[in-house]
């Protein structure tokens, strides 16, 4: 209910199943593969940008990964998390993030997040999602009788 | 270990053949040529070392707001507007309103009350997310935030110390510069800065060992500055030094620090003029440091070789001499090696791209004992045609060791065979003005000294190339041959000193034809008319390494 899905996003549930709440935005070139058999679970209201991949077992809610940024399977994505543009998260063991934490640089150093601004970005995300619902149908080249 | 070229610029030294190039220390003195500059007066080539640079304007990389260079100075070099830089991640903050306050839950909240938000507005950084409100600045207003936090700056214990001192010296100052013997125009320096009254009293300093200049009479200053000296009382500080500096505030906390994060990177910290923090967490925001732009000029003759425009945004040049519009692009390959990186691209699709790299590497290859032949690319950026000679270039006479030492390491080396005669490159044109390329590929070469080698195309490493010649002519392109034989002992880079000349017809009304090659001629002659200059200039052409190998492991085709 009210996910975007760009046409050149690739969901790809290969082993198991993929369940994507609402309100998400996934962009061109993102990549969400789930190559485990367990049920792999997407929140509500997070941005998957441009060229990123995406094979964390859970994801909570209102998250941003940013541009290129690669999240291996053995981490797990809490709620309100950044993984910043380009950003290769790679743990050695099973790990999960904690709230409001923000990836960044080539390093991927964390620190975390205050929570400052998060309405105003959240606002920010409704009105990304309504402005794609609105253009997306109209340049789909494939499905051009829906949109038109 | 891709084959490349670099040029070489004298820069001012008297002889002008270059240094051999197997030294290291060599390697400062080519370069490639998008980093030359041309000089149409001395004739000559200039290179960032040589050039003198000087600064144009001033700019912030943020706003690209241009900075007249008058508040460069009264802003220490900051930007005056609202641009900081985040100490944490170093990228450019943003001012953002905090969020609206929220009574009702977030999920129908409208849209925020006001375009501009609600206050107190805090610096944001988009990257890593870091805001004022940790170190505990925020701002009523969102515009003019500098002035807003020029109260901040003021009221640190160093500017405060530093305000003291200025006091203190002041009257000491003027009365030493009023009495002073130099030049006039310090005797305006009565009623102006401090500031300028100390650096300028500061430069009539006594020095030992350095007899003080003076214009007027010498010793009367000399007694009256000793006079004034014992005068100073002492100056009281703010803060007890002592305490101030010590760290042991410092101490404390890193005794009791937690992880290696805490404590302020070098990076975050080194752009901080003052002594900053230690800990990651007390880093303040920092005004975005000016950038300035940068003109050139010839060291010799002071024409004015690269001068940006005046707008900031702008990335163009209002003089743009640069070498590559004056000399000839060269471009070295090596066909065996491209064969041999298409036939493994045909071949294998599947290895990673490490392996793909490293064989593409060993493709390319100089095996001890083998020869090879590598392609020059000549790119004419003239307006006319021009007819190229190439050259080895003569080492300098080298101190001997000994007689053995050095016939072994002549005979060690390796040899280059060069297109001793000359040919020519066509002019630049516009694409469309092109013949035909077929014509240009049947021209006979004349005065080939060796068999001649006209591939097709070229570009086929498999092509009977194995002589020395021209190979292909097209547009303003030529690309010749040369051969490099390596015999067994060899070791090393093969990289060789080339000398290029060329002789192109100019209009101005200058001297006749010389056909020396060696050192830029121009000798000066009374005819008119168009006239055939020569220019030449050294390069250095680094084919790889040699690889020592007993039988090769690719079957390079030739």
Same mark, same amino acid.
């Given at each position: 209910?009210?996910?975007?899905?760009?046409?050149?996003?690739?969901? /790809?549930?290969?082993?198991?199943?993929?369940?994507?709440?609402?309100?998400?935005?996934?962009?061109?070139?993102?990549?969400?593969?789930?190559?485990?058999? &367990?049920?792999?679970?997407?929140?509500?209201?997070?941005?998957? &940008?441009?060229?990123?991949?995406?094979?964390?077992?859970?994801?909570?809610?209102?998250?941003?990964?940013?541009?290129?940024?690669?999240?291996?399977?053995?981490?797990?994505?809490? %709620?309100?998390?950044?993984?910043?543009?380009?950003?290769?998260?790679?743990?050695? &063991?099973?790990?999960?993030?904690?709230?409001?934490?923000?990836?960044?640089?080539?390093?991927?150093?964390?620190?975390?997040? %205050?929570?400052?601004?998060?309405?105003?970005?959240?606002?920010?995300?409704?009105?990304?999602?309504?402005?794609?619902? &609105?253009?997306?149908?109209? /340049?789909?080249?494939?499905?051009?009788?829906?949109?038109? | 270990?891709?084959?490349?070229?670099?040029?070489?610029?004298?820069?001012?030294?008297?002889?002008?053949?270059?240094?051999?190039?197997?030294?290291?220390?060599?390697?400062?003195?080519?370069?490639?040529?998008?980093?030359?500059?041309?000089?149409?007066?001395?004739?000559?080539?200039?290179?960032?070392?040589?050039? @003198?640079?000087?600064?144009?304007?001033?700019?912030?990389?943020?706003?690209?707001?241009?900075?007249?260079?008058?508040?460069?100075?009264?802003?220490?070099?900051?930007?005056?507007?609202?641009?900081?830089?985040?100490?944490?991640?170093?990228?450019?903050?943003?001012? *953002?309103?905090?969020?609206?306050?929220?009574?009702?839950?977030?999920?129908?909240?409208?849209?925020? @009350?006001?375009?501009?938000?609600?206050?107190?507005?805090?610096?944001?950084?988009?990257?890593?997310?870091?805001?004022?409100?940790?170190?505990?600045?925020?701002?009523?207003?969102?515009?003019?935030?500098?002035?807003?936090?020029?109260?901040?700056?003021?009221?640190?214990?160093?500017?405060? +110390?530093?305000?003291?001192?200025?006091?203190?010296?002041?009257?000491?100052?003027?009365?030493?510069?009023?009495?002073?013997? =130099?030049?006039?125009?310090?005797?305006?320096?009565?009623?102006?800065?401090?500031?300028?009254?100390?650096?300028?009293?500061?430069?009539?300093?006594?020095?030992?060992?350095?007899?003080?200049?003076?214009?007027?009479?010498?010793?009367?200053?000399?007694?009256?500055?000793?006079?004034?000296?014992?005068?100073?009382?002492?100056?009281? @500080?703010?803060?007890?030094?002592?305490?101030?500096?010590?760290?042991?505030?410092?101490?404390?906390? =890193?005794?009791?620090?937690?992880?290696?994060?805490? *404590?302020?990177?070098?990076?975050?910290?080194?752009?901080?003029?003052?002594?900053?923090?230690?800990?990651?967490?007390?880093?303040?925001?920092?005004?975005?440091?000016?950038?300035?732009?940068?003109?050139?000029?010839?060291?010799?003759?002071?024409?004015?070789?690269?001068?940006?425009?005046?707008?900031?945004?702008?990335?163009?040049?209002?003089?743009?001499?640069?070498?590559?519009?004056?000399?000839?692009?060269?471009?070295?390959? =090596?066909?065996?090696?491209?064969?041999?990186?298409?036939?493994?691209?045909?071949?294998?699709?599947?290895?990673?791209?490490?392996?793909?790299?490293?064989?593409?590497?060993?493709?390319?290859?100089?095996?001890?004992?083998?020869?090879?032949?590598?392609?020059?690319?000549?790119?004419?950026?003239?307006?006319?045609?021009?007819?190229?000679?190439?050259?080895?270039?003569?080492?300098?006479?080298?101190?001997?060791?000994?007689?053995?030492?050095?016939?072994?390491?002549?005979?060690?080396?390796?040899?280059?065979?060069?297109?001793?005669?000359?040919?020519?490159?066509?002019?630049?044109?516009?694409?469309?003005?092109?013949?035909?390329?077929?014509?240009?590929?049947?021209?006979?070469?004349?005065?080939?000294?060796?068999?001649?080698?006209?591939?097709?195309?070229?570009?086929?490493?498999?092509?009977?190339?194995?002589?020395?010649?021209? *190979?292909?002519?097209?547009?303003?392109?030529?690309?010749?041959?040369?051969?490099?034989?390596?015999?067994? +002992?060899?070791?090393?880079?093969?990289?060789?000193?080339?000398?290029?000349?060329?002789?192109?017809?100019?209009?101005?009304? +200058?001297?006749?034809?010389?056909?020396?090659?060696?050192?830029?001629?121009?000798?000066?002659?009374?005819?008119?008319?168009?006239?055939?200059?020569?220019?030449?200039?050294?390069? *250095?052409?680094?084919?790889?390494?040699?690889?020592?190998?007993?039988?090769?492991?690719?079957?390079?085709?030739?």
């Amino acid at each position: 209910a009210g996910t975007i899905v760009h046409p050149k996003a690739t969901i /790809f549930a290969i082993a198991g199943p993929i369940v994507i709440g609402s309100g998400c935005i996934i962009e061109e070139g993102a990549i969400i593969v789930n190559r485990r058999k &367990e049920v792999m679970r997407i929140g509500d209201d997070n941005l998957f &940008e441009i060229g990123c991949r995406v094979e964390s077992p859970t994801v909570g809610n209102c998250n941003t990964i940013c541009t290129r940024a690669r999240v291996h399977h053995t981490l797990r994505i809490s %709620s309100y998390c950044v993984v910043g543009a380009g950003v290769l998260v790679v743990p050695t &063991e099973d790990e999960m993030l904690d709230e409001y934490t923000v990836i960044y640089g080539p390093a991927a150093e964390r620190r975390v997040w %205050s929570g400052r601004g998060k309405v105003q970005e959240m606002d920010l995300r409704r009105k990304h999602a309504e402005y794609l619902r &609105e253009m997306l149908p109209k /340049f789909n080249r494939l499905r051009r009788g829906d949109g038109a | 270990m891709a084959p490349k070229i670099e040029y070489y610029c004298p820069c001012l030294s008297e002889s002008p053949h270059p240094p051999p190039p197997n030294r290291p220390s060599s390697s400062y003195s080519f370069h490639p040529l998008h980093n030359l500059f041309f000089c149409e007066e001395c004739d000559a080539v200039r290179c960032n070392r040589c050039v @003198s640079v000087e600064v144009s304007g001033y700019y912030c990389p943020n706003c690209l707001f241009e900075v007249p260079s008058a508040s460069v100075r009264a802003e220490k070099n900051r930007c005056a507007r609202n641009c900081f830089l985040c100490p944490n991640c170093r990228n450019t903050l943003t001012v *953002v309103p905090s969020d609206p306050p929220e009574d009702v839950d977030s999920r129908m909240s409208p849209i925020v @009350s006001t375009t501009l938000g609600e206050p107190p507005f805090f610096l944001y950084c988009n990257h890593c997310r870091w805001d004022s409100a940790e170190v505990g600045i925020t701002f009523e207003k969102p515009t003019g935030l500098a002035a807003q936090l020029q109260k901040f700056e003021d009221s640190a214990p160093e500017s405060l +110390e530093f305000e003291r001192l200025k006091e203190h010296f002041e009257p000491f100052l003027r009365a030493s510069s009023s009495s002073s013997a =130099l030049p006039s125009a310090s005797s305006h320096h009565v009623h102006t800065n401090p500031i300028t009254a100390a650096a300028s009293s500061a430069l009539a300093r006594d020095i030992p060992g350095v007899g003080k200049y003076n214009p007027l009479s010498r010793s009367r200053v000399g007694r009256e500055k000793g006079a004034h000296r014992q005068e100073y009382p002492d100056y009281k @500080s703010r803060v007890e030094v002592g305490t101030a500096l010590s760290g042991e505030a410092d101490v404390e906390f =890193l005794r009791h620090l937690e992880t290696v994060s805490q *404590v302020a990177a070098l990076e975050q910290r080194w752009t901080n003029s003052w002594v900053s923090p230690l800990s990651a967490s007390d880093l303040k925001p920092l005004r975005i440091p000016l950038q300035s732009k940068k003109s050139k000029r010839c060291p010799s003759c002071r024409h004015i070789l690269i001068k940006p425009e005046q707008k900031a945004q702008s990335v163009r040049f209002k003089i743009k001499l640069v070498a590559a519009n004056y000399l000839p692009a060269i471009a070295v390959t =090596l066909p065996h090696a491209q064969a041999a990186i298409e036939m493994l691209k045909r071949t294998s699709k599947t290895t990673s791209a490490a392996a793909q790299a490293e064989e593409q590497q060993a493709a390319g290859a100089l095996i001890a004992g083998h020869s090879y032949s590598f392609h020059l690319a000549f790119t004419n950026p003239l307006y006319d045609p021009i007819q190229i000679r190439l050259a080895k270039a003569i080492a300098p006479a080298q101190t001997a060791e000994g007689d053995e030492a050095a016939e072994r390491a002549r005979r060690s080396t390796f040899q280059i065979q060069l297109p001793s005669a000359a040919f020519p490159v066509g002019a630049f044109a516009e694409a469309w003005e092109y013949d035909d390329e077929d014509e240009a590929m049947f021209l006979d070469d004349d005065g080939m000294e060796v068999v001649e080698a006209r591939g097709k195309k070229g570009k086929d490493g498999r092509g009977k190339t194995r002589s020395v010649g021209i *190979v292909e002519k097209r547009a303003n392109v030529t690309i010749v041959s040369g051969e490099v034989l390596i015999p067994k +002992e060899a070791r090393g880079d093969v990289k060789f000193n080339m000398l290029v000349s060329y002789t192109y017809r100019s209009d101005d009304p +200058e001297p006749s034809e010389e056909a020396q090659t060696g050192t830029p001629s121009r000798s000066h002659g009374a005819n008119k008319g168009p006239e055939m200059k020569n220019f030449s200039f050294y390069t *250095v052409v680094d084919l790889g390494s040699i690889m020592y190998r007993e039988e090769p492991k690719l079957t390079a085709d030739l």
